[in-house]
């Protein structure tokens, strides 16, 4: 089975979908932790253990109470799963520890969002039931309820939201006309978001869920306020990008970051470099020194294929030019080419041949 993570489609902040090329990556390579602190015991979103049903209990830390357990269609929650979780792993986690008290995690969200992501294939009544049931039949007592009492609140949660986007929807699109993002509103925006989460959740539950988020969105604003900056240079920039990244706490985020910032910076310089002709000595070197020397050595690799490849490709162009100089026939002309394609390249490779002959023609144009 294959993996699957799924996001319910709440809204966050609109600098992530409004930020100009440097920005728009971070949603590509952001982490999806689910590693938790070491605990005495843990129940996994696969395990299959089966757990009690009691009265349910609030989130650790607040006094709102979750809805009483309901007479359930589900056993598992796992029945008659909506087309698309068909075949899909359960993402997230439960983690519990030596009393049986929950532990909070992000992996805990994202166990919420699997579910909710099928929002549209089945109605809110259904997805609550089938959340519930399978809490309950993976999970102990109290914790089962502690996380049920949780959902309620994340869902309630991200039916507030829109609200708040609408407020500032408008501000962000006027802002964003002369091409430079309004800070300040996405500043106030924030707030505004962090409020509404004091509202409904535990100070426990907000840094589980939300603190890489934060951090993502901090570095965001940040590198948006260096790219709107006109007092600084490219150079200068690029200095205190950097500056700000190296005194980011140490963590998977920070790993993330320097790693696509070294993929940007790989990707510039190679096609650099190739432009001025580099031999395949020092582009080794330069890429060992970005992304190390298995990354080094696999780009190599890819480079004498890429290589190998094109020679075939202008070895098929030229006898193609002759076959169709020499064969009045169409069809028996490209009867010649297509044998021709077959020697040249495998069944794979031939269908890159369209392409890959577009790419050379632009080039050149």
């Known amino acids: 089975m294959t993996s699957n993570k799924r996001r319910f489609p709440y809204g966050l902040l609109i600098i992530l979908a409004l930020v100009i090329g440097v920005i728009a990556v971070i949603v590509w390579f952001k982490p999806d932790p689910s590693a938790a602190e070491p605990m005495t015991a843990a ?5 299959n253990d089966s757990g009690s049903s009691m009265t349910a209990m609030s989130d650790p830390g607040k006094g709102d109470e979750a809805l009483a357990p309901q007479t359930s269609p589900f056993t598992t929650g796992l029945e008659s799963l909506p087309r698309s979780l068909r ?28 579910f909710l992501s099928a929002l549209g294939e089945e109605d809110e009544a259904t997805i609550y ?4 049931s399978y809490i309950r039949h993976h999970t102990p007592e109290p914790a089962a309820s502690q996380a049920v009492a949780i959902f309620n609140q994340y869902v309630a949660y991200l039916k507030a939201i829109p609200d708040i986007e609408k407020r500032y929807g408008n501000l962000q699109l006027q802002a964003t006309k002369s091409g430079q993002l309004d800070l300040n509103a996405v500043s106030q925006q924030r707030q505004d978001v962090a409020q509404l989460r004091q509202q ?4 426990e539950t907000i840094v589980a869920f939300f603190s890489s988020e934060e951090e993502y969105d901090d570095y965001s604003m940040e590198m948006v306020r260096i790219n709107q900056n006109q007092q600084l240079s490219e150079a200068q ?31 510039a310089r190679t096609q650099e470099m190739k432009a001025k002709g580099a031999s395949p000595e020092a582009l080794y070197n330069m890429r060992r020194e970005l992304v190390g020397e298995a990354a080094a050595t696999r780009l190599a690799q890819v480079d004498q294929q890429d290589a190998n490849f094109d020679q075939r490709f202008q070895q098929l162009q030229s006898q193609k030019q002759k076959v ?12 010649q080419i297509i044998q021709l394609e077959k020697q040249l390249f495998d069944d794979a490779e031939r269908k890159r041949l369209a392409g890959y002959a577009a790419l050379k023609k632009n080039a050149l144009e």
Do not use: C, H, W
Request: charged share 25%; proline share 1%; no cysteine.
């Open 237 to 267: 920039k690029q200095a205190v990008r950097q500056d700000y990244i190296s005194r980011m706490p140490d963590n998977a985020i920070k790993a993330n970051i320097e790693q696509q910032a070294n993929l940007g910076e790989l990707m």
């Open 129 to 132: 039931a089938r959340v519930e």
């Open 324 to 335: 169709l100089a020499q064969t009045a026939d169409k069809a028996q002309a490209q009867t």
């Open 87 to 114: 075949g899909t792993d359960v993402d997230g986690e439960i983690i519990i520890d030596e009393n049986k008290q929950l532990v909070v995690t992000e992996g805990l969200r994202r166990l919420f969002d699997y």
């Open 43 to 47: 129940v996994s979103a696969a395990d």
């Open 200 to 203: 409904f959740f535990a100070q």
